[in-house]
C-alpha cells in the first residue's frame, strides 16, 4: 500500500501550503526541540490551524479505559486478523465517515506497522493489543480529521510533550493516511532517539540561532498568552494597521542609513521603517563630534523631528506623576484596560492603535519576567505613560505615514526604566539610536531586535554638540595624552587630582598613639583606603578623646598644636552654633523635604540657596551626604517633632571656612579636620551635633578633646558612632592656651640630664 510520503521543509510556512501546491505532493513531519521568534510564530499560527481543523494533544494519550474498551467489544467484537480485507472490513465499520481512499490509506498504514512490529519479534496477542489501542485512539482522539485525510487542505496534529512508542506508531499511520504532524519536544530531543534513533519516523526540525525553550514554556502557556493577545486587541479596537520593519532594511552604515528619507525605506504601505540601534565606541575620536553634529543638521534638514537626550532622561515631576489616572489592580488585564485609556495622542487613526498595543505588548511582556508583580509593574507602566507624554508632542505632532521621528540616547541607559522606554519608542515610528562612545559607560539595553555597532575606541563626551559653538573637537595629541592619563591614573595607586568626584567615610578604629601618625596623611596611604568604580572609600578619624595622660598638661596641649594642620578648623567653646544663630535657610527647610526626600531640584533654584557657587559635582555631594544623614537617622529625633527639618536648614548653612574646606577636598589627599577643646560643662547644641555628624560623613577627620571625661558631645547622638580613648587623669576648670604655633619643646630635668644621658 502507498502511503503519503515524507517530504522535506524549504521554509516554516510550508506547512500552511495546500497539497497540490507543494514542491511534491507529501506530508510534514517535524519535531521541534529548540525555540526562537520564528519558532513561537510559527508555533502559534499551527496550533490556531490544529485547534480549528485538526488535533491537539497535550501530554500522553491515555490508554483506553475500561468503558471504551466494552464498547469496542460491544460493536466490533475481539477478533483480530493480520490482512488488509480485515482491516478495511472493521474500519468501514468502526470509523463509517471515510472514504474509500481514506480507509484504505488508514487500512494501508496500519499494516505496515503492524508487520514492522511482527518482523521486530511481537507476537499475534501484542499485535492485537496494538491494534485495538490503535483503533480506540483513532475514535476517542481524531475521529474529527479521519475524513480529511489526504484532502487538499491537509489536517494539522501538534502533539506536545514526551511521546511513547505506541503513540508514535499512531502518528505515523495517520501521517501515512495524509496528515501533518508536529512534535513539540520542550525538553529536547534525547526521549525521542531513544525510541526512533534512525530517524525513521519524524524528522527533527533544524533552528537557525536555536535555543533552549523558555522556563515553563507550554501550549496552556502560549494559548493564555494568546489569549490576552486577543483580549488587548479588544482595547485597541481591533488589530492594529501598522507593523515595524525595524533594521532590516539597512543597507551600509547606520549613519548613512539615519539620513535616508523613511518614505525610500521601503514599499509596503502596511509598514513603517524604523531603525533600533547602540553605537558604542568610535572610529576617529578627532572627528565623532563633528560626525554628531553634522547628523543632526541633516535630520532636522529634512524636516524630520527630533529629539536629544544628554546622559539621563530625567526624572518624573510629581506633576507628571499625578497626571496618570490609576488605582488598584487585581490582575493584569484590569490593569492594562485602565491605564490604556490614558493613551490618548498621537490622535492617528492608524498611530493610536499602535501604541496602545506596543504598551500593553511590552508590559505584558515584564509582567511574564516579573512572576506577576502587579505593584512594580504598575509603577513602571506609570512611567512609560509619564514619558509618552512629555515626548509625544516632539515625535508624533502631526504625524502621518510613512514619517519616521528620530529620538538620540548620548551615553547609554541607567537603569531598566530608561531601557524599557527605548524599547517602547523603537516599536514605534521612531530611529532610537543610543550613541554610546565612553566605553566606561555601562549600558543596560538589552532587546533582541538592538542592532549593535561596536568600535574599539573611546571618547568621553557628555553633551551632543547641537550648536556649532559648542563643537569641541579633540586633537589627536590631546587624545593621545587622555590615553596616556587613564593608562597612569586607572588601577595603578596614583591619582589625578580631583579624580573622583563621589566617596564614603569609614571610620577608622585605632590606638590614640596612632592618631598622631595619621593625622596629618593623605587619605590613599591610611589603612582600608579603596577604590570601586568611581567611588573612594576615605577612611576617616572620629574619636573623643577623655581625661589628661598622667595629669601631664603641657604634653597635653602639645599633643593638640601637633593636630593645628593648615587644613584644620578648632572649636574651643560649646555651642558654637545654636538654635538662635542667623540661619536663612531655616524659614524654607520645609519646602526643601517632602516624604523623607529631598527635593534637590527646589533646593538648587530656590534664590536662598548659598552653595550655587560651588562645582556641580561637590553641590550633588553635599546634597547625597545630607539624604544620607537623614536616611540613617544619626541625629537622635530625627522624624520626630521636625528635627528633620533643623538637619536640612542647619547643613544648608554651613559656615565660609568650612565650605572652603570641603571645596577644596580632594578625596584621596589630606582631608580636613575639625578640633573640638571642650573644657567646660556645657553641651554641644542640637545644631552643632549636625554639623559634626555631617562632615564626618563628608570625610573630615573630627577629634573632640575632653579632660573633664564628661558626657557633653554624645547628647543628640542616636547611634554610637565614635570610638572613645581614656587617657587617665580628669582635670577641670582648664584654660586652653595658645595652640598656634610650634609645640612647645619638652623641658628636661637636671635629674634627666644626670642620669639618663645616654637614653
Known sequence: MIMAEQIELNQLNDYFTDLGKRSRPGVYFYRICDWNEEIEAFLRRYYEEARLSGVIIEGRLPNPDSRQL???????????????????????????????????????????????????????????NAYIKFMCWLYYKFERIVNRLGEEK????????????????????????????????????????????????????PVENGKPFPENYSLKNMRQAMQEKANRQ?????????????????????????????AVRGSDPGFFYNCFARLSGVEDRVTYPSDLYQLQLDIRAANRRLVIVNDRLEPLTPDEISGIRRSNYQNLEQMLAELVMNITAPSDAKLQPLVKKVFADLISEEYAKDSGNLNRLTGRAVYLLCLLK??????????????????????????????????????????VVVFRPDLSRACCLEDQWLYEVKAEESLSLTVYPEEGVALQAGTAAYHAERDLDAMMYQNTGIYRNRQYAKANAVSLRTMYEEIAI?????????????????????PVIFAKVSGVKDGDLPAYWNGIRTLMTPYTKKILSVPHLTSTSANPMKAHAVEFLKNGRLQKEKIRGHMAYPYGVLREDTQEYLLEKLQLLIDQRIIRGTFENGTEYTIVSTVLNLETDILRMIQKFDFTKKNPKLVYVITGETFLSLEDTITVAFLHLIGFDILFFVPTGYQCVERYFNQNIMEEHQLGEYMYDLSVPNLDGRPAAKKVSWRDKIFKRGT
Not at 171 to 180: F, M, R, T
Not at 252 to 262: F, H, N, Q
Not at 403 to 423: I, S
Open 70 to 128: 466494552a464498547y469496542y467489544e460491544e460493536m466490533m467484537g475481539m477478533e483480530f486478523q493480520m490482512n488488509m480485507g480485515f482491516l478495511l472490513d472493521h474500519l468501514q465499520k468502526w470509523l463509517p465517515r471515510m472514504n474509500g481512499w481514506q480507509r484504505k490509506q488508514v487500512a494501508g498504514s496500519i499494516y505496515d506497522v503492524l508487520a514492522g512490529l511482527q518482523k521486530a519479534g511481537k507476537n499475534e496477542n501484542m499485535l492485537k
Open 154 to 205: 491537509l489536517p494539522k496534529i501538534l502533539y506536545e510533550g514526551t511521546v511513547s512508542i505506541y503513540e508514535l506508531l499512531l502518528l505515523s499511520v495517520i501521517s501515512g493516511a495524509g496528515a501533518d504532524v508536529v512534535l513539540l519536544q520542550v525538553q529536547g530531543d534525547v526521549a525521542y532517539q531513544q525510541l526512533d534513533s534512525t530517524g525513521a519516523y519524524s524528522r527533527l526540525l
Open 390 to 431: 512629555r515626548f509625544v508632542e516632539p515625535l508624533f505632532h502631526g504625524w502621518h505615514m510613512p514619517e519616521v521621528a528620530a529620538f538620540f540616547y548620548l551615553g547609554g541607559c541607567r537603569n531598566e526604566n530608561e531601557a524599557l522606554f527605548l524599547r517602547f519608542l523603537a516599536r514605534l515610528p521612531v530611529d
Open 234 to 262: 479588544r482595547l485597541f479596537g481591533g488589530e492594529t494597521k501598522l507593523h515595524a520593519c525595524t533594521n532590516a532594511w539597512i543597507n551600509g552604515t547606520v549613519w548613512d542609513s539615519l539620513r535616508k528619507e523613511p
Open 518 to 538: 595619621l593625622w596629618d596623611e593623605e587619605l590613599k596611604y591610611r589603612p582600608n583606603f579603596a577604590t570601586t568604580d568611581a567611588t573612594v572609600a576615605m
